[in-house]
């Protein structure tokens, strides 16, 4: 792309987890937004944030990626109508239990109880852990494992589960705002609107999700 049209140039761009975009932004002279939600791709500080404009993230993100860092509070994968039958069938599972973080995450956006089994872990799931309850995140340890059939035992086990845990998807969604409408806004008032979330981080409950505005803290 930089080779073979170097008149390319939007007004800004933005890539999710995307090396490439950042490293084109500066070369050619236009804005970059890189969107991440994944704490240990190590490539990230030398080949795309150094090049990246700002920098977007979940406000439960453990790095503290400089100036140019700006949290969000929200969910990557909030599913009101799922397209596809697997978040129909995440819907109505009495439990998810896995080794993906996505589909932990999308299990406590749709209400349900989800285990989490790996070694690294991710900031997200470990905020719907310690928060607000949803996911329980183990490692791949022989003794973690057998600890993480003991919590699943128990989850299937326990009465009136569902009710809980739409309460406790509830509450979260609660203290989240729309991400598409903030992204919305921030690309299109892009850069002032960075400015403005430096400036202001609070601006962002300005896109909080009425349907959920009851249920916060």
């Known amino acids: 792309m930089v080779c ?8 800004v761009a933005v890539g999710a987890g995307d090396f490439y975009l950042p490293q ?13 939600d994944t704490e240990n791709v190590r490539h990230d500080a030398v080949l795309t944030f150094p090049f990246a404009s700002h920098i977007l993230t979940p406000s439960c993100f ?11 509070f929200s969910k ?26 996505t589909m932990a995450s999308e ?49 299937l086990t326990t009465p009136g589960i569902e009710e ?8 979260m969604l609660g203290d989240k705002m729309d991400l598409t409408a903030f992204m919305v806004w921030f690309i ?5 609107s960075a400015k403005i979330m430096r400036d ?5 409950y300005n896109f909080r999700s009425a349907d959920y505005a009851d249920y916060t803290d």
């Not at 991710?122 to 600890?147: H, I, M, P």
């Not at 202001?200 to 962002?204: A, G, I, T, V």
């Open 4 to 11: 073979s049209d170097p008149t390319f140039s939007p007004d």
């Open 200 to 204: 202001d981080p609070d601006y962002q």
């Open 107 to 155: 299990a406590a956006c749709l209400g349900t109880p989800a285990i989490y089994i790996d070694d690294v872990g991710r900031g997200y799931t470990d905020e719907e852990e310690k928060k607000y309850g949803l996911v329980f995140n183990f490692s791949a340890s022989s003794d973690d494992q057998e600890k993480s059939i003991e919590k699943a035992t128990e989850i």
């Open 62 to 72: 453990w790095k503290d990626l400089g100036k140019k860092h700006i949290r969000y």
């Open 24 to 36: 084109i932004g500066r070369l050619q002279g236009f804005p970059s937004i890189v969107m991440t």
């Open 188 to 192: 299109e008032e892009y850069p002032e």
């Open 164 to 171: 809980e845990w739409q309460k406790r998807r509830d509450r």
């Open 76 to 101: 990557r994968y909030l599913i009101p109508i799922p397209p596809e039958k697997i978040h129909d069938a995440l819907y109505y599972a009495d439990l998810l239990y896995g080794e993906s973080s």
